[in-house]
Nanobody, 122 residues
Framework: VQLQASGGGTVQAGGSLRLSCAAS????????MAWFRQAPGKPREWLAY???????NYADSVKGRFTISRDNAKNSLYMQMNSLKPEDTAVYYC?????????????????WGQGTQVTVSS
């Protein structure tokens, strides 16, 4: 399975970005997926997940600002990020789980994208 993340960039505080994650090698419809991020000098942080049944859950740090979604026909995962803050600056990673469920723990995920840089200026 290969995951290709895109959509990162530099935006001013209060702006928006939409991240995409295109998958190949496995149909994603039966798997949970998630977004994590990692800022320099900090551990990888879980942001949001979506199960195969489209149940979603968000970290408190992004709840109400970020929205995770999936398009099984396009074999893709997305995250709409609004009201961005400088503390959102990080490399963002998409990942595919080992089954239909999803988790906040990175060890529960099997495949990872290469990451896309998001920089939010103040």
């Amino acid at each position: 399975v290969q995951l290709q993340a895109s959509g990162g960039g530099t935006v001013q505080a209060g702006g928006s970005l939409r991240l995409s994650c295109a998958a190949s090698g496995r149909p994603l419809s039966k798997y949970g997926m998630a977004w994590f991020r990692q800022a320099p000098g900090k551990p990888r942080e879980w942001l949001a997940y979506i199960t195969s049944g489209d149940y979603t859950n968000y970290a408190d740090s992004v709840k109400g600002r970020f929205t995770i979604s999936r398009d099984n026909a396009k074999n893709s995962l997305y995250m709409q990020m609004n009201s961005l803050k400088p503390e959102d600056t990080a490399v963002y990673y998409c990942t595919v789980g080992r089954g239909a469920w999803a988790s906040i723990f990175s060890n529960d995920y099997e495949y990872w994208g290469q990451g896309t840089q998001v920089t939010v200026s103040s």
